[in-house]
Structure formats: C-alpha cells, structure tokens
C-alpha cells in the first residue's frame, strides 16, 4: 500500500504507468518521491498531495486576510453586526479600531468583542486599512471632513448608511476606493443578503478582497448604486 512520508520529499518524479497509486488502481496515478531521508522510495496517492496543496493555499489567503486592518466610524448596531459576523467565521485581522462618542456604546461593544480596541478619536480608526463608515446619513459629511486626513489614497472606505452617494463620499475624500454597502439584520447569524456598490476607479484587487471578506456575513452581491435602497426595503434590513 502506498507510504507515509514524515517530512518534506528532496525531489518528486510522476509515475503514470502499472499501479503507481499503491490501491489497486492502473488509472489512478500515483507520485514516487525521492531523497525522503532513508533512501527508499515512498509511494503517495496524488489525491493526497492535491488535498495538501488546497489545504496550504487556504492557510496562506487566510494569513492575507489576517494581516488587513479594520476601522468602524460609529460602534452602534450595524457595526456590531458586522463584528458579529466576523467573530462567528473566526476571522482574525490585524487590528480592529471602533470610535464612538458615546462610552458606554463603547464598554458595550468591549464586552461583546474584547479583541477590538475602543477609542473616541476616530483619527485612529481612520488610519486602518478598510475603514467601515457607520454612522447616520445626517453626520457621515460632518464625520469625512474630521478623518479625511487620516485617509490615504489606498484607504478602502465602505458607508454603511443609506442616501449619501458614491458621488458626495468622493467629494470628501482622496481615496479612489469608495463603496457603499446596506447590510441587514440577519448578516449577525451569517445569512445576510447585503447589495454593494463600488466606485469606478475602485481598486480591482481591493474589491475582490473585499468581496470574500463581506461574503462572510451572508450573500454579498455586486449591484448598480441606484439599486442599494430597493434591495433594502426587499430584504427588510
């Protein structure tokens, strides 16, 4: 039957003829390796090593992931929703910065997610990677003209809010990578259903980024901005 190998082969060389596999199988190919440590040829399943190499690229996009900073302007209920789902796909980042002028908005928030930090100076959660934007229609001008320094060209900015177009956000900001997303309640347990719109000149490695992370709080789909507010009264956000 085919061997174990302990630890990383020297060399492979594909075998594709008899029953290289070691099961039985003269269709199934197998692989020899060589220089395994003890000079004998050891047998693997080419089924296995391919299981391998998924499981090694899910580690390293994970780590991509992993190494993205988050910020929330405004620590109320969406950006609770959003963490909520985070935390229930054990997605780990960076860091994450919540400001909120409220501060018990902000020892709540603590308590439910104690890896994030809490701040009153949304400076500092403007200064992360992927700023998320949520707060009411009535303040998020007031809000981009108090970070718009912190924001770099590379910033991703996501609203959350509704009304306040692609249009009035880059009018505010240097960053090219604007989006607006709706998201509903049920994104909390992972089953959101959450139209987003990006700017024309979003970053098209950015938003496919993006895209995977915020598939994570449910069905995330790409729609045309003018669109946003329907798909939120049809999914009862």
């Known amino acids: 039957g085919p061997g174990i190998v302990a630890g990383w082969p020297v060399a492979f060389t594909a075998q594709y003829a008899g029953d290289p596999g070691g099961d039985g199988n003269a269709e199934n190919p197998g692989l020899c390796c060589s220089g395994c440590g003890d000079g004998n040829i050891v047998r693997i399943n080419i089924r296995w090593l391919v299981l391998i190499s998924y499981r090694i690229l899910q580690s390293s996009n994970s780590k991509n992931m992993n190494s993205k900073t988050l910020g929330f302007i405004g620590g109320g209920r969406v950006t609770r929703i959003i963490l909520q789902s985070f935390v229930n796909k054990q997605l780990d980042f960076s860091s994450i910065v919540v400001c909120d002028t409220n501060p018990e908005t902000l020892k709540d928030l603590k308590q439910q997610f104690p890896k994030i930090q809490i701040t009153d100076s949304c400076l500092l959660a403007a200064d992360e990677d992927i700023v998320f934007i949520a707060v009411h229609p009535p303040v998020i001008m007031q809000n981009l003209e108090l970070i718009k320094e ?69 069905n995330t789909m790409e729609v045309e901005e003018n669109k946003l507010e329907a798909y939120a009264i049809i999914s009862a956000m």
Do not use: C, D, W
């Open 150 to 218: 912190s924001l770099s060209e590379k910033s991703v900015v996501i609203s959350l809010a509704p009304k306040i177009n692609i249009s009035l956000l880059s009018g505010k900001l240097e960053t090219r990578n604007i989006a607006r997303m709706i998201p509903n309640a049920t994104s909390y347990i992972n089953q959101g259903f959450n139209p987003i719109s990006f700017s024309a000149e979003f970053s098209t490695s950015e938003k496919q980024y993006l895209l995977n992370l915020l598939n994570s709080t449910g």
